[in-house]
């Protein structure tokens, strides 16, 4: 059957049913490809934004609890190591200091709690707990828990670095764990 025969042996509403249920099918199909494409780039998305809020509050986490660590507390008479001071403002202690960056990171978390895995949850309310009571007995403690802290952060943020490259194609830098000196 020829072109010719085909085209005269329709008539034409035949021929406009018959376009008009490929264009309504062609559409159903293309609605829902995109409906699946848009619904697993949004949860993309959504994997994305929870990976980088999560590497996001471990990073801060370190970086405050570095600064603790730099400042020398397992060794607190050591010069240089205490933060930066006001003459004879006594608010700007190494204490009242520590009590500021404990208060920052638990303002960070307070909202983003969930963020953090359950043993770093664990350390850091013990932390909490037990900033405003460091002591002799406790020192060596508490800084064993400083440094856990900022050692599990560092395993963790490490841990994401991988879902972070597949989903962003960007890269981290490591942050190594370190050890802890006569704690």
Known sequence: ?????????????????????????????????????????????????????????????????????????????????????????????????IQKIIQSIDNELKNKFYLIDNESASIWMWIKRFSYQVGGTTHTEYMKNIYGMRNKSAQKYNELRPLYKELVRGTLDEIPEIGSPNV
């Open 1 to 97: 059957m020829s072109m010719d025969q085909l085209i005269s042996s329709l008539n034409w509403g035949e021929l406009g049913s018959i376009i008009a249920s490929s264009a309504i099918v062609s559409a159903g199909v293309s609605a829902v490809i995109n409906y699946f494409l848009t619904m697993r780039t949004m949860k993309n998305e959504r994997e994305m934004r929870f990976i980088e809020n999560r590497l996001g509050i471990y990073s801060f986490i370190i970086y405050n609890l570095d600064i603790i660590i730099q400042w020398g507390l397992h060794q607190p008479s050591k010069e240089g190591n205490t933060p930066p001071t006001k003459e004879g403002n006594p608010s700007n202690s190494v204490g009242d200091q």
